[in-house]
């Protein structure tokens, strides 16, 4: 049962990707790959969408399972916002523009999708998923869960250790940014000043990983709480990048 649990887990996380990559990928008129890790699953979905199962999915009334599942879901969200900015010292996504927000974690829009969706899942999607979960084998669930958890792992590991190396390189070019304005203030015009800070940023530039620049392209809401404006010009030198190369 357990290996059926992680398989439906794993179903609603490339779900919720493709959800996610889809809304996100027509907003920016360009393919972005909505998702902390590097493969097509957002995990946050099917956790999300396990506890509205193992929750509520016995419920009958439909308005009782919206209202229920859209609490839960957003519990899930706010906690996950949190433990992450506490983690990478960041905030990943911001509601604090749209109306009716808690802290720019989650929102109201938020919690109506993630409610319609929990019924629909629930009520509609995953009897279909659990008959054919049903129809393989124990051996076979157990073998494929673990193939995909492992994977998981690594991607994960892979990951965090992107985001710490990026946090790495946004210290040490913030201190040698810092020293420089210090010079600069006192011994350079300002167009030497602003041309000499810019070397520092597209140095940088040329230092992001591909994986780096994917995950700042991904989240666009991504504010580091230590290098605010540092991570802020690094982004108008991407851009700047990105534009003369044409792509």
Request: charged share 20%.
């Amino acid at each position: 049962m357990i290996a059926s649990y992680f398989l439906w887990f794993f179903l609603y996380s490339l779900l919720g990707w493709v959800y996610e990559t889809t809304l996100c990928s027509i907003s920016q008129r360009k393919f972005v790959n909505r998702g902390f890790l590097n493969g097509p699953y957002c995990p946050i979905y099917g956790a999300g969408a396990l506890l509205v199962i193992l929750l509520f999915g016995k419920m009958t009334n439909p308005f009782q399972l919206f209202l229920c599942s859209a609490v839960v879901t957003c519990a899930l969200e706010y906690l996950t916002s949190y433990c992450m900015e506490k983690l990478f010292h960041a905030k990943w996504w911001d509601y604090s523009s749209r109306r009716f927000n808690l802290h720019g974690r989650i929102c109201l829009e938020g919690a109506l999708i993630f409610g319609l969706l929990s019924v629909l899942i629930v009520r509609f999607l995953h009897p279909f998923v659990r008959e054919i979960t049903a129809l393989i084998s124990a051996p076979i669930q157990y073998g494929l869960a673990g193939t995909i958890a492992t994977a998981m792992l690594c991607d994960l590991w892979i990951t965090v250790r992107a985001i710490a190396d990026f946090q790495k390189k946004l210290d040490v070019a913030a201190q040698k940014i810092a020293e420089k304005k210090t010079i600069a203030l006192e011994k350079l015009q300002e167009s030497e000043r602003i041309q000499s800070l810019r070397t520092h940023y597209e140095d940088l530039a040329s230092k992001i990983s591909r994986q780096q620049h994917r995950i700042l392209l991904a989240f666009p809401k991504y504010r580091s709480h230590r290098h605010g404006e540092l991570l802020s010009e690094l982004r108008k030198t991407l851009n700047a990048k990105r534009k003369k190369g044409g792509g």
